[in-house]
């Protein structure tokens, strides 16, 4: 008899293990806001109280041991992602920021030319002491007065 409320367990854990495998799908593609915690836990959870007990039965020993390898196929997969998302190197993410920068360039007003470096006197060049100083100044946090 304690084979059957076993079997509807994996069945419930089954179905938890594919709901977490779509909400982290929605997660990946942007649609969910947070990654689901509370349903992984859950999960994890049964898999380890499962993972304690003797099960005499060869066919649910076998269906919790591939619902176990597929949790693990997930989680590495998952974690995976994570890694890449935290590190800036998820091809979603990145051709979304590529797709956001072309359409920012797109909707920019041209800018006027730069004025000519190296006159003298100019207060753009780059290798006039006052602007050195001022850049200097700048960087370091000090407030300047200059007559430019």
Not at 42 to 60: C, F, G, H, P, R
Not at 91 to 98: G, I, N, T
Request: with cysteine; glycine share 6%.
């Amino acid at each position: 008899m304690p084979a059957v409320p076993l079997e509807e367990d994996f069945k419930i854990l089954e179905n938890k293990l594919l709901q977490l495998k779509l909400d982290y799908d929605q997660y990946f593609l942007g649609s969910r806001p947070r990654e689901p915690v509370m349903l992984r836990g859950e999960v994890q959870k049964l898999i380890a109280l499962y993972s304690n007990q003797a099960i005499q039965n060869t066919a649910l020993r076998f269906k919790f041991g591939s619902i176990c390898s597929r949790y693990q196929a997930f989680k590495r997969q998952w974690n995976e992602i994570l890694r890449q998302i935290e590190a800036g190197t998820y091809s979603r993410h990145r051709f979304k920021a590529e797709l956001h920068e072309r359409r920012r360039h797109e909707e920019e007003p041209p800018t006027k030319p730069a004025p000519e470096a190296g006159k003298k006197g100019d207060a753009n060049d780059p290798n006039d002491f006052n602007t050195l100083a001022k850049i200097n100044m700048v960087s370091a946090g000090i407030v300047y007065k200059f007559g430019n």
